[in-house]
């Protein structure tokens, strides 16, 4: 799967799924709004890309002001999603983690509902751990990233300078040319999607 993202991304100008159905574990129920929206993906499973995770925290408390950040968890139980949380300010060094942060709301998906949505609309055949969906304040999806330990959100990629371009009243800037046809059975996950036991389970 490549790092950059195509000007002629599927999921590009269409109104992004409802937020209603989500179970907010941390933090107020939220709904796109006046401000920005990034929608996160993630999993408890997906041990290997808590490092992005806690990039992505930073990122959030960065932008606090001008975007609301939603993760939306990827795992089949909302025990792993309070699993995950219980253990916010702990140090893994396995993991490269000095310390689990998690700033912004985070929901439950029954079902994995909302992810099916973004996924349809977005014409991926999965969508993983690290991948984030930009909505404007008309709620209409403008740009999709994914991100992982080896791209990670404050150092790669193009969604804080995004980020930067919309608050500033700006359009987003597409510059990385269109996807070929052919390309698109090659969209894969990048990390866990939550749909396994975790045998690693804290």
Known sequence: MSAKTFDNDAAHG???????????VQGEALQYSEKLTVVLFWSKISKDEYKTFVQFSKVADKYEKDVQFIGVCLDPSKKDVEGYLSKKGTEMKELEVDNLECSYPVA????????GEFQSLANLLTIG?????VVDKSGTIVWREQFSRMFMPNTK???????????AGKKVEYKNGDKEEEEESEEEEMGGDGDFEDPFDF
């Open 129 to 133: 751990s690290g991948m984030v969906f």
């Open 14 to 24: 269409k109104k992004a799924p409802s937020l209603e159905n989500l179970e907010f």
């Open 108 to 115: 439950y998906d029954e079902g994995k509902k909302v992810r």
């Open 157 to 167: 990629g193009q969604l804080t300078s995004q980020l930067d371009l919309l608050i």
